[in-house]
């Protein structure tokens, strides 16, 4: 499937297969086309080649655009427009009001409405305002609404940046959740790639238009097929150097690492990836020469920064041994 605006390409050539119930985190920097993306498959804009389906009906492209409300998604977005008027309750009420709900009987649509409000902690809070609700309170409704008619798919548009630090936290914990009880198939869109590894069972990483690495949270951390793929997500250390077959020579220094497994793009670029948890540090000797440029302690392990040559190599140590910032050490890889 592919989009364009005019001449802008926002989708390239997008194939994805997602299984039932399966949690996909899209992810990529601003501009990558996750929002067109979600937007295709909610049925607010047709692709400009390509379909999409769901099981086996088409609902764009091939002729067919099946409108938003026939749709077997729900949605929420960022920014949750919530009528000032109308209690919680009532707005969790407003979706099955749809004609696609017109085979529910007022019983089971009450039922609905209740087990919306109880699975997003909504009980107490069911007969107020959203004028008396906290952010996270009403980021709440707007995902009991999206539930409540008990849609396939979730579609959600960066749903918590508009949350405090800690309530993200809890609103992730809240979203995983959901998805256990609902068994929904959801999309999610971020750019926070903490969100996207905690929540995931599988990631989709864009750049461009164009999809770049797809894979479990595990695989993109740790084995992450492009040099963007690997910087994107977390934290990762290229160090400089030159390949023969899985041999790797480190730029002035003697030093050689070895692998089978970096992907060709690294080698390509004569570059050695490595996440800082995998750099070990220790007092002058054998490996490379680093200095240390900063500490920082973070709990269970100490983050440093170690002016290597003219790069910066992270590395996160859980070591005994603590370096001070101006200390030589030598940096050496983990088993
Ligand atoms: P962000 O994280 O900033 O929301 P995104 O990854 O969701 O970004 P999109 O909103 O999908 O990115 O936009 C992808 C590209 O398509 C961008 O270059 C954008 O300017 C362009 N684009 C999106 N919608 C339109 C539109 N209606 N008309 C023209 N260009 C558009």
């Known amino acids: 499937m592919t989009k364009s605006f005019g001449k802008t390409q926002a989708l390239k050539e997008i194939n994805l297969d997602i299984a039932d119930s399966e949690f996909i985190a899209i992810l990529g920097p601003s501009g990558c ?8 498959v909610g049925g607010f804009i047709e692709p400009t080649s390509g379909i ?23 949605m929420v977005f960022q920014s949750f427009a919530l009528w ?27 039922e609905a409405v209740e087990n919306a409000i109880n699975c997003t902690g909504l009980k107490p809070y069911a007969d107020r305002l959203p004028g008396e609700l906290s952010g996270g309170q009403r980021q ?28 993200k936290i809890e609103m992730r914990r809240e ?30 990483i864009m750049k461009d238009g164009a999809v770049e690495q797809i894979g479990t949270p595990r695989e993109i951390y740790m084995e992450p ?8 997500v ?12 899985d041999s790797f020579k480190v730029d002035q220094e003697n030093v050689m690492l070895h692998s089978s497994t970096v992907p060709w793009e690294f080698r390509n670029k004569g570059l050695y990836p490595v996440r800082p948890e995998q750099l070990l540090i220790s007092p002058e000797g054998q490996g490379m020469p680093g200095i240390i ?26 070591s005994q041994t603590e370096f001070d910032p101006g200390d030589r050490v030598s940096i050496t890889l983990t088993a």
């Open 52 to 74: 999409v389906s769901l099981n086996d009906q088409i609902y764009s492209g091939d002729g067919h655009m099946v409108p938003v409300e026939e749709r077997d998604l729900g």
């Open 293 to 318: 440029a900063n500490k920082q302690y973070n709990g269970r392990e100490i983050h440093y920064s170690v002016q290597y040559h003219d790069q910066i190599l992270t590395v996160y140590s859980s």
């Open 140 to 167: 709440r409704v707007a995902l009991a609404r999206a539930i409540v008619g008990r849609p396939s798919i979730l579609l959600m548009d960066e749903p918590l940046s508009a949350l405090d630090a800690e309530l």
């Open 175 to 204: 979203i995983q959740n959901i998805h256990k009880l609902t068994g929904a198939t959801i999309l999610y869109v971020t750019h926070d790639q903490s969100e996207a590894l905690a929540m995931a069972d599988r990631i989709i």
């Open 84 to 110: 000032p008027h109308m209690t919680v309750r009532q707005h969790v009420e407003f979706p099955l009001k749809s004609p696609r709900h017109k085979g529910m009987s007022e019983k089971e649509k009450k």
């Open 225 to 232: 097929q492009t040099v963007f793929a690997a910087t994107f």
């Open 33 to 40: 086309g996750k929002t067109t993306l979600l937007r295709i």
């Open 234 to 245: 977390s934290r990762c250390n290229l160090i400089k150097g030159s390949w023969n077959e």
